[in-house]
């Protein structure tokens, strides 16, 4: 397995990587990841915080890719989420294409995709080491920030490696800090997630502890929308695959609400968490039954802490609770219970991240890492995920502790069929592993955008007709980013 790593200066939690297309080709094993970028955030308990940009070279020796630092600024608050900015964005409709706002926001907005989008492209876009000359960033913490990574002109020449103490190739600037209040005679609550829309780049969601969620117009830097979302703190969100409307979110309250731009007077709760059911799971309570049909034990719901989309079908979703091992895929066309469940941690699960889209080795994939220190892959084809809603939507009453996935886990071993529990509930078993010294908090996939299309579902990739490049996966560590390749 190929393997390289950074040690940063402090605790690592967030981390995201550039979408943008790197143009170079790396002459070694490492699989074209020369020219990628990730930006990485700092954990500490105090104000005082950091983030930094990492890029991806080829080492001087020639023995395999290496992080070098590019930008670095000080970020008040641990970022509780980074992502950089949609691939579409770059190659985003002209400014004179009408979009869907007012006429009023049309030249901002088409000002702020213009400046956004310099130098998202292939031509003149990027130096000669391959790293785009601009791109956005956001997190979130005490409020939303945009940022903008940009080129020092006068440093990066020719760039081919940083020296010890020489300045950094890259700056990063703010260009927008964005807090909404609930009230407002209260001031904002602190931020824990966000969502950027591909489709539409310049919507981002965020959630807070407050209970809401809020849409936020990023060219007239003003919240279109706020609402409040669950009855306790809103810990995810996330955005519908392919919708610039339809969004997911999670929270204290242990349930998954589906929200509509265009009717906001409801939502849809398609799922909902119970007491707890045993080692590695949560029972599950179908929506709109009422507290007296429910178990006497499912008093309080366990939290639900992250939720992701499968970017290759937006009818499947993936989330797991506070202080659980398992983690749940539900199926948003049979609300009630999960469809299929991930148990191969021995304790609790941090992070979960689909496949990115593409004809990649990692189309159909899904990563989770926990406190026991391992980063699982697990297979989930679209054949597993259509049989198992089909086997979720015939067998849904019962309970009763799941059996324990097999310890023995090979590299590369064929994914077997998925187990059932008692409630009807397939177990997936992972298909590769790997084993880090201390917890894994966050990981999060790359796979390079060439700016080829990628409709064709899964046809391609399960004929072989698809050109399969490696992904990786960087995960943090303590003070470790490691980036392995699957």
């Known amino acids: 397995m190929s393997l390289f790593e950074y040690k940063a200066p402090w605790p690592v939690y967030a981390l995201a990587w550039s979408p943008a297309p790197y143009p170079r080709a ?111 960033l956001a997190t979130t913490a005490d409020c939303l920030r945009v940022w903008e990574c940009y080129r020092e002109e006068d440093r990066s020449s020719a760039y081919v490696g940083r020296r010890e103490g020489a300045p950094l190739p890259f700056g990063l600037r703010e260009k927008s800090v964005l807090a909404h209040s609930k009230s407002s005679s209260s001031p904002p609550a602190p931020l824990t997630s966000f969502s950027w829309n591909a489709p539409t780049p310049s919507l981002i969601v965020t959630s807070s502890i407050d209970t809401t969620c809020t849409i936020w117009d990023l060219p007239t830097r003003t919240a279109l929308t706020q609402l409040i979302a669950h009855d306790r703190e809103v810990y995810d969100v996330d955005w519908c695959p392919g919708s610039s409307d339809v969004f997911a979110s999670v929270g204290a309250d242990g349930s998954v609400r589906v929200f509509d731009l265009r009717s906001l007077e409801h939502s849809t709760i398609i799922y909902e968490t119970g007491a707890p059911a045993g080692p590695g799971g949560n029972a599950g309570s179908r929506p709109g039954t009422s507290a007296s049909q429910r178990s006497s034990a499912a008093v309080m719901p366990s939290s639900l ?61 899904i990563c989770t890492a926990g406190d026991d220190a391992q980063c699982l892959v697990y297979d989930l084809a679209s054949s597993t995920l259509r049989s198992a809603s089909a086997q979720g939507r015939r067998s849904r009453n019962g309970a009763g502790p ?12 064929p994914s077997p069929a998925p187990s059932s529990d008692a409630r009807g509930v397939a177990a997936e078993t992972p298909i590769l592993a790997y084993e880090s010294s201390e917890m894994i908090n966050n990981v999060a996939w790359w796979r390079p955008n060439e700016n080829r299309k990628s409709n064709g579902e899964w046809d391609d990739y399960a004929k072989g007709d698809a050109t399969r490049s490696a992904d990786w996966l960087a995960l943090t560590s303590g003070r470790n980013v490691r980036a392995l390749r699957v």
Do not use: C
């Open 26 to 136: 790396a002459p070694s094993s490492a699989a074209g990841i020369v020219g990628a970028r990730l930006a990485i955030g700092s954990f500490v308990e105090e104000t005082h915080n950091e983030v930094q940009v990492l890029g991806v070279r080829e080492a001087h020796d020639g023995s395999g890719p290496q992080f070098d630092l590019l930008a670095s600024a000080a970020h008040p608050y641990p970022p509780t989420k980074l992502s950089f900015q949609p691939a579409s964005l770059s190659s985003s409709s002209p400014p004179s294409t009408p979009r869907y706002a007012p006429t009023s926001r049309a030249a901002k907005r088409a000002s702020w995709r213009g400046s956004a989008g310099e130098g998202g492209g292939d031509e003149g876009g990027s130096g000669s080491d391959g790293w785009a000359d601009r791109e956005l």
């Open 305 to 365: 802490l992250r939720i992701a989309f499968n970017p290759w079908d937006a009818n499947y979703l993936a989330t797991f609770a506070a202080d659980a091992s398992a983690i749940s895929i539900l199926d948003v066309r049979a609300p009630g219970s999960p469809i299929l469940e991930l148990r191969g941690h021995s304790a609790a699960v941090n992070a979960v991240a689909w496949g990115p889209p593409g004809q990649g080795a990692s189309k159909g994939m």
């Open 402 to 413: 799941s059996p324990a996935p097999s310890s023995a886990m090979s590299t590369y071993s």
